[in-house]
């Protein structure tokens, strides 16, 4: 169904982006409606009511206006700031990733209110000491299934046999793991331990509270990441240019 003319809805703001002289698009990505694109006149102005609460990486109340393109924010109040992000680069770092990341997995107008939920809970958990080995596959991972792309964890994906407790394989292409039995069917296919094979479906199956727990060395993450970033990437049919950069941070120990 249709919002009204006029109407309010809870809002994250992903993006903003300049338009004409003085006036912003920004995305927004909403609990019941999904992903809005909206003008926000005036919102450069340095004394413009919206200015504040249309910029990225906050979470608001707006007011909007249906136009024939794009909608019109009139209207807008903070819900969240979440500044502590804003006083830690590796961390704002990986909130522009994980806002870049719901833009991209999201069509315009549909709703999908886990996502906004696990959007909204890892800007919090990012405001707090995190896991920063976990939280990253976790929202990953999680985004992956709300988006309709749940990678396949228990069962081989070509020949719908359980997966044994053994090294196995995973398939970008085809979304799922991949037994020994069927391994020269895959087209991309990563080495899959026991152990690795393990973290993701504890990642998958327990909520971040309970994940959080978990410790993860150094030589498994370099070996998930990977995979779920080649896996990412092959939906996306692109490399993902926030991540680029927060690798890149990681990697000075930032």
Not at 93 to 115: H, I, K
Not at 165 to 172: L, M, V
Request: glycine share 6%.
């Amino acid at each position: 169904m249709k919002p009204p003319k006029t109407y309010r809805t809870e809002a994250v703001v992903l993006k903003k982006t300049r338009f004409r002289e003085a006036d912003s698009i920004v995305t927004l990505y909403t609990p019941h409606l999904g992903k809005i694109r909206a003008v926000a006149k005036g919102a450069i102005r340095p004394k413009s009511k919206l200015r504040g609460h249309v910029e990225p990486l906050i979470h608001s109340q707006i007011q909007l206006t249906q136009g024939q393109n794009l909608e019109t924010v009139t209207q807008g109040e903070i819900i969240e700031g979440f500044l502590p992000l804003r006083n830690d680069l590796l961390a704002t770092s990986f909130a522009v990733y994980v806002a870049d990341l719901t833009e991209r997995f999201s069509p315009d107008g549909q709703a999908n209110y886990p996502l906004f939920r696990l959007l909204l809970d890892t800007l919090r958990q990012l405001c707090k000491p995190y896991n920063d080995k976990v939280l990253p596959l976790y929202f990953e991972l999680h985004l992956l299934g709300c988006a309709g792309y749940r990678p396949e964890l228990h069962k081989c994906v070509s020949c719908n046999s359980l997966i044994k407790p053994t090294t196995n394989f995973f398939s970008i292409t085809d979304g799922g793991v991949v037994c020994p039995l069927c391994r020269e069917h895959g087209q991309v296919l990563r080495s899959l331990s026991l152990d690795t094979l393990k973290v993701l479906r504890f990642l998958q199956h327990n909520d971040y509270f309970t994940a959080q727990r978990l410790r993860i060395t150094p030589e498994l993450s370099h070996v998930l990441q990977p995979l779920l970033h080649g896996y990412i990437n092959y939906i996306l049919e692109r490399e993902v240019k926030s991540r680029v950069w927060l690798d890149r941070l990681r990697a000075k120990g930032v």
